[in-house]
């Protein structure tokens, strides 16, 4: 679990998020959404340890992150899996090589068990038979697929995604919604994602955040997003007339 107590920073004299309060279950995935410029992208590095709090504290399962000994800090970084925004493969190296790289870095397993994890979670990810190719080889969707492979092949606790859809068709993007929240309910890891795609938030959004100017505004599941009449969130989630026309037949069947 994830727990985020009224959460400060910012740069200089701009104040970026204003007291965050925020808990994230494990097996649950956790979208975090708002405007260009809410604060989402400094919440998500917040979390991951980029940006140090100004005020406030982020503890995983009951360790406060700014109070990490070198050692914690290094077990810690272990137990994180991170999807980036654009997939951040290595270019020059296979998948294979790719997706063993967290293993050579932080485990002293030999070449065999290394191997034996990264077909594992090549098979999980749909991808068996591409070890051998680069990332150019392959399509935006199976390069995603490969950065979630990368991501569990550590087999983390605290999964977090920075727009994992972006740059995908809708049918491949909703692939891969699914993928990261049948994987985050295989392996109960507590899983957040930043993202703008308003499919993600209806299709695997279990809890929802909304930021609004460094504040949340908002919190509850996709169900009660259709629900809210909270004017802020309507007008940002339903602000097309598929999505509005989604929420008036939700609204009317359940009258
Ligand atoms: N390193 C930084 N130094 C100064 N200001 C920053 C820094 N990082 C972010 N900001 C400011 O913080 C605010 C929030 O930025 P952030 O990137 O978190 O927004 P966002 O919600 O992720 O937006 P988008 O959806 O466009 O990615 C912006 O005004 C941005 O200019």
């Given at each position: 679990?994830?727990?985020?107590?009224?959460?400060?920073?910012?740069?200089?004299?701009?104040?970026?998020?204003?007291?965050?309060?925020?808990?994230?279950?494990?097996?649950?995935?956790?979208?975090?959404?708002?405007?260009?410029?809410?604060?989402?992208?400094?919440?998500?590095?917040?979390?991951?340890?980029?940006?140090?709090?100004?005020?406030?504290?982020?503890?995983?399962?009951?360790?406060?992150?700014?109070?990490?000994?070198?050692?914690?800090?290094?077990?810690?970084?272990?137990?994180?899996g991170m999807v980036?925004?654009?997939?951040?493969l290595?270019?020059?190296?296979?998948v294979e090589e790719n997706v063993m790289f967290p293993l050579k870095?932080?485990t002293?397993k030999?070449?065999?068990e290394m191997l034996e994890r990264v077909n594992f979670v090549l098979d999980r990810v749909n991808l068996e038979n591409s070890n051998?190719?680069?990332?150019?080889?392959?399509?935006?969707?199976m390069?995603k697929r490969v950065a979630i492979a990368r991501a569990i092949v550590m087999n983390p606790?605290?999964l977090?995604?920075?727009?994992?859809?972006?740059?995908?068709?809708?049918?491949?993007?909703?692939?891969?919604?699914?993928l990261i929240?049948e994987i985050t309910?295989e392996y109960?890891i507590?899983?957040?994602?930043?993202?703008?795609?308003?499919?993600?938030?209806?299709?695997?959004?279990?809890?929802?955040?909304?930021?609004?100017?460094?504040?949340?505004?908002?919190?509850?599941?996709?169900?009660?997003?259709?629900?809210?009449?909270?004017?802020?969130?309507?007008?940002?989630?339903?602000?097309?007339?598929?999505?509005?026309?989604?929420?008036?037949?939700?609204?009317?069947?359940?009258?």
């Amino acid at each position: 679990m994830i727990e985020v107590k009224n959460l400060h920073k910012g740069f200089g004299d701009v104040k970026v998020l204003k007291g965050i309060n925020a808990t994230f279950h494990p097996g649950k995935t956790n979208l975090i959404i708002g405007q260009s410029g809410a604060g989402k992208t400094v919440f998500l590095k917040s979390l991951i340890g980029l940006h140090a709090p100004e005020e406030g504290t982020i503890s995983f399962d009951g360790r406060i992150n700014t109070k990490f000994t070198i050692e914690e800090k290094r077990q810690w970084r272990q137990e994180i899996g991170m999807v980036f925004q654009g997939s951040a493969l290595f270019d020059s190296q296979t998948v294979e090589e790719n997706v063993m790289f967290p293993l050579k870095m932080f485990t002293k397993k030999s070449q065999a068990e290394m191997l034996e994890r990264v077909n594992f979670v090549l098979d999980r990810v749909n991808l068996e038979n591409s070890n051998t190719k680069l990332p150019a080889e392959l399509s935006g969707g199976m390069q995603k697929r490969v950065a979630i492979a990368r991501a569990i092949v550590m087999n983390p606790k605290y999964l977090f995604c920075d727009e994992p859809n972006s740059g995908l068709d809708p049918q491949t993007a909703t692939v891969i919604d699914n993928l990261i929240q049948e994987i985050t309910d295989e392996y109960q890891i507590t899983t957040v994602i930043n993202t703008h795609d308003m499919n993600s938030v209806m299709e695997i959004g279990e809890k929802i955040l909304f930021l609004k100017d460094g504040k949340k505004e908002w919190e509850g599941s996709s169900e009660d997003m259709l629900k809210t009449d909270n004017k802020i969130v309507v007008d940002f989630v339903y602000s097309s007339n598929l999505f509005k026309k989604v929420r008036e037949a939700y609204l009317n069947e359940t009258k």
